[in-house]
DNA sequence: GCCAACGTTGGC
DNA sequence: GCCAACGTTGGC
């Protein structure tokens, strides 16, 4: 099993919000970007985990834990014209552009701040993607020791 | 294939 | 609002 990290704007989409959709479940689409597209559509699998991470916001940082519960199919927002994310260059045919499905697991009983993991950026959470310089993916691959050590600091 | 211009992300 | 770091686009 694999553990990821899964980036949104609290503003558009938050933890809160995933808590109160019908089964605590929802398609993550939006993602327009081809080297997080290649993760959701080729490597994350049902049962895999993710921390639900908070951007572009007063105290960015991690928030709770969702459970991939279906794996990739075509994001149909990119088909939609009137939506915001609608591609043009994505046909039915040959989608571009994938979702999967996230159910929450759980809210962090206390949100785990960027500038708390940033202290471990120089030892324990050396390789976390996250935490590099110029990080821009949404879509992040998290190694299962970061993610057990960053489990370890919620108490 | 190169690269400048432009747009986006996201922390601060 | 600023700006660094990218990714994408399009002319050549």
């Given amino acids: 099993m694999k553990h990821w990290l899964l980036k ?19 398609r ?9 597209r290649n993760f959701i559509r080729d490597e994350m699998k049902k ?22 519960t279906r794996e990739a199919y075509p994001d149909e927002t990119a088909f939609d014209s009137r939506d915001e994310h609608f591609d043009p260059k994505s046909e039915r045919s040959n989608p571009r552009w994938y979702v999967v499905d996230v159910r929450l697991k759980r809210k962090l009983d206390k949100p785990l701040a960027l500038v708390k993991l940033k202290q471990y950026a120089g030892d324990r959470l050396s390789d976390l993607r996250l935490l590099k310089r110029g990080n821009r993916l949404s879509v992040i691959p998290v190694a299962s020791k970061n993610w057990r050590f960053i489990l370890s600091l919620e108490r």
């Fill in 8 to 26: 949104s704007e609290p503003g558009t989409f938050s933890v809160d919000d995933l808590a109160a959709s019908p089964r605590q479940t929802t």
């Fill in 47 to 68: 049962g895999d985990l993710a921390f639900f991470y908070h951007s572009s916001c007063p105290e960015p940082g991690i928030v709770g834990i969702v459970e991939i």
């Fill in 28 to 36: 993550w689409d939006g993602v327009r970007n081809y080297q997080a």
